[in-house]
């Protein structure tokens, strides 16, 4: 059957008859066949050809019976390419033959002469062997290369990792939370990346980032004309991660007829533009992250509950980097690497005094604070080992308008005597954290101890 015509198969025997008999029974069964009377060319052929099944003889011109070339051929061929399914013919049989074969490495053992169906069951068992082998190879090739972004060998991170592996190859939707700096962000892409949909769109949307009146042009697009701005019509995320991913970065921002709008296309699979009465079906896996309590949120009445039903069918948790132990200095190694690299300088290596300060902070900002220290560390030292002092920390009281201001005002204007503009104090403290960022405002609103969407919110209010 048509069906069933798959697998390359290399034959090795230097009989002709023996290689003649077997691809007239093969080659109608299989999708490729070569056959070769010399096991000198069988590396050639494996470079060449790829077989998914070598018929290997076990018997050539240096002793009819013993079999020990087969075997020698078999180390040679497994040596090469560990993966390789290799199944031994010879006329001359016996179970202390078998044995050794099977324990060589061969996955079966047929003699001459063969039975044709038998033949037939076992070279077909055999393809599948080989299938199945390349298909968890390529799987765990996959998964490494997605996890060596996923630094940490801490037991929550490993369980992370199996839980993504489990969840990825679905298409339930997730919500990732965890602290700012946790790595949500690299968690959807390795959820992305180990799916189904890897070969498609993963399109992200920072809702932190977007002024609340952009949401729903941003997620849903508009149509030429809908509102006085709208001079040419524009596709919204949604409909660009069709057949794709859609990550939702700081979800709990939606404003309520957003969240609306989010579940009608999550229920229905389908999303209209801003001044469109049309619909588009769309088929999206949604990925979402957050930092806040959505569950408190939904107490309060700022998260719908059934969203969050829908949002949350698997829930994955990334935890502080403060409860991740030694994974501080793995990361911490891994960004002196990387930067290194990047400022064009020799990679310096932690002493002792640099890991036990690094092991004893208590990283408020997560990970994304550890790598900004260590980018400040390689850029102002040239040392070839990185002490402690050598690794600057933030310090968040710099530019922190957090507290609820009723101390520090007081005590200032008790100390000299002066009363402040509040509103020209954070001014010009949004103004040293912009310029301390060089204009990152993802950076500066950390400085500030702040999220981002707060901070577009007070450059609008003040006019900055």
């Known amino acids: 059957m048509e069906e069933s015509k798959k697998g390359k198969i290399l034959l090795v025997d230097d009989n002709e008859d023996v290689l003649l008999s077997l691809n007239l029974l093969l080659k109608p069964r299989v999708e490729a066949i070569r056959a070769i009377t010399k096991p000198e060319r069988i590396i050639e052929f494996m470079d060449s050809f790829a077989p998914d099944v070598i018929l290997l003889d076990m018997n050539f011109r240096r002793d ?5 070339e087969g075997y020698e051929w078999l180390e040679a061929i497994l040596k ?31 003699p001459k002469p063969w039975d044709k ?9 055999a393809i599948e062997l080989s299938y199945s082998r390349q298909g968890r190879e390529a799987v765990q090739t996959v998964q490494d290369e997605t996890f060596s972004r996923m ?4 037991p929550a991170i490993i ?3 199996r839980q993504i592996a489990r969840v990825a190859v679905t298409d ?6 965890g602290e700012n700096g946790t790595g949500k962000d690299v968690a ?9 949909r890897s070969d498609k769109q993963f399109v992200c949307i920072d809702l932190g980032c977007i002024p609340e009146t952009l949401f729903e042009s941003e997620l849903f697009g508009y149509e030429k004309g809908a509102f006085t701005d709208a001079k040419n019509a524009k596709e919204g995320r949604v409909e660009s991660a069709d057949g794709g991913t859609l990550f939702l970065d700081e979800i709990g921002n939606l404003s309520a007829q957003t969240q609306q709008k989010l579940l009608t296309v999550i229920e229905k699979r389908v999303v209209s533009r801003i001044g469109s ?22 107490r309060e009445g700022a998260f719908r509950q059934d969203l969050l039903y829908r949002i949350n069918t698997i829930e994955l948790h990334l935890p502080p980097l403060r409860e991740r132990g030694h994974d501080v200095i793995l990361l911490a190694e891994h960004f002196i690497s990387n930067m290194a690299v990047k400022y064009g300088k020799r990679v310096p290596t932690l002493a002792e005094s640099a890991k036990q300060k690094l092991l004893q902070h208590s990283w408020p900002g997560n990970i994304r604070e550890l790598q900004h220290s260590i980018e400040r560390a390689i850029v102002l030292s040239d040392k070839a080992i990185l002490e402690a002092d050598d690794i600057p920390l933030e310090r968040k009281s710099t530019f922190s308008m957090e507290g609820d201001g009723s101390n520090s005002g007081n005590d200032s204007q008790d100390e000299i005597g002066v009363t402040y503009n509040l509103d020209e104090l954070e001014r010009k403290a949004i103004a040293r954290a912009i310029s301390a960022s060089n204009g990152n405002l993802t950076r500066a609103a950390e400085l500030l101890g702040i999220t981002r969407f707060a901070l577009y919110r007070k450059i609008e209010k003040l006019g900055i």
């Open 159 to 161: 369980e992370m990792k």
């Open 117 to 125: 169906q038998k033949m037939l069951d076992t070279v077909h068992s």
């Open 64 to 68: 009819a019976i013993s079999g020990e």
């Open 188 to 196: 959807a892409h390795a959820l992305h990346e180990l799916s189904t």
């Open 172 to 177: 339930a939707n997730v919500l990732i939370t």
């Open 80 to 110: 090469h390419n560990p993966r390789s399914v290799v199944l031994f013919i010879t006329a001359y049989v016996d179970t202390e033959k078998a044995v050794r074969a099977i324990k060589a490495g061969a996955i079966d053992f047929i």
């Open 277 to 298: 009465n049309k619909s588009k079906n769309v088929d999206v896996r949604l990925i979402s992250a957050t930092n806040a309590d959505l569950y408190a949120k939904v």
């Open 151 to 154: 630094i940490g060998e801490c």
